[in-house]
């Protein structure tokens, strides 16, 4: 069965410095991979996702993440921080293959930002 | 841009009670989904539901949840006698045909007391 570990419960960092949210995965085939985002009250809002192809997977509101097979990880970045990036972050699997799969999501990460 | 709503925002109930939590997907999706995040844990997935039936249940959707589309639009998750560990946010998703994105509500929180 497929799995994902968010190793960081919360991260604080200053505003305008650069981030990286760690996720590792286990999937026995080439997973579908997502970042997530919930603000407090607030539904979960995609990011972006990895299907095939580029590794390196462009999002929203400046995001990016690196698809590494070697290592199992999906990791997200942004150069730069700004509060209203302050949120919780999910990564989560999807098992491929089936149409109606579900997603198996992370613990999640606590994003802190100081100004 | 189209969403998926739910309501009500937030219902608290008594022990024992009966529950119906409302969805709204997206109209012109086919694949339904019922997540549930409990204070602090992570979301877990509990049912998808496709040509009206169940596609997949997880071991927490045990014979108190049901789901059920009962017309063209609302797709709705029922507990029939609440427990306080059904205290927890409840997400409502949908997904297109031909497609891997799961779009999401805003939740539902159930407060069982």
């Known amino acids: 069965a497929q799995s994902v570990t968010q190793p960081d419960i919360h991260i604080t960092v200053s505003e305008g410095a650069s981030l990286e949210l760690r996720c590792n995965y286990s999937?026995?085939?080439?997973?579908?991979l997502f970042w997530y985002v919930q603000s407090p009250g607030q539904g979960l809002q995609l990011l972006l996702k990895y299907f095939s192809g580029d590794t390196l997977v462009q999002g929203i509101k400046g995001f990016e993440a690196e698809f590494k097979r070697s290592q199992s990880s999906f990791n997200l970045r942004k150069p730069s921080v700004h509060w209203s990036d302050a949120a919780e972050y999910f990564c989560?699997?999807?098992?491929?293959?089936?149409?109606?799969?579900?997603?198996?999501f992370g613990q999640g990460t606590i994003l802190t930002v100081h100004p | 841009e189209p969403e998926v709503t739910q309501t009500p925002s937030h219902q608290v109930t008594q022990m024992g009670q009966e529950v119906i939590l409302r969805c709204v997907p997206i109209?012109?999706?086919?694949?339904f989904y019922w997540y549930r995040q409990i204070l602090g844990q992570k979301v877990e997935f509990l049912v998808s539901?496709?040509?009206?039936?169940?596609?997949?249940k997880s071991e927490i959707f045990d014979d108190q949840f049901s789901v059920e589309r009962p017309d063209g639009s609302n797709f709705t998750l029922k507990i029939r006698s609440t427990k306080l560990e059904d205290s927890a946010m409840y997400f409502c998703?949908?997904?297109?045909?031909?497609?891997?994105?799961?779009?999401f509500g805003p939740g539902t929180r159930l407060t069982v007391l």
């Open positions: 989560a699997v999807l098992a491929g293959g089936t149409s109606y799969g579900k997603l198996t």
């Open positions: 539901f496709y040509n009206n039936e169940i596609s997949e």
């Open positions: 999937y026995g085939a080439t997973p579908y």
């Open positions: 109209s012109n999706h086919l694949y």
């Open positions: 998703a949908s997904k297109g045909q031909g497609g891997n994105e799961q779009f």
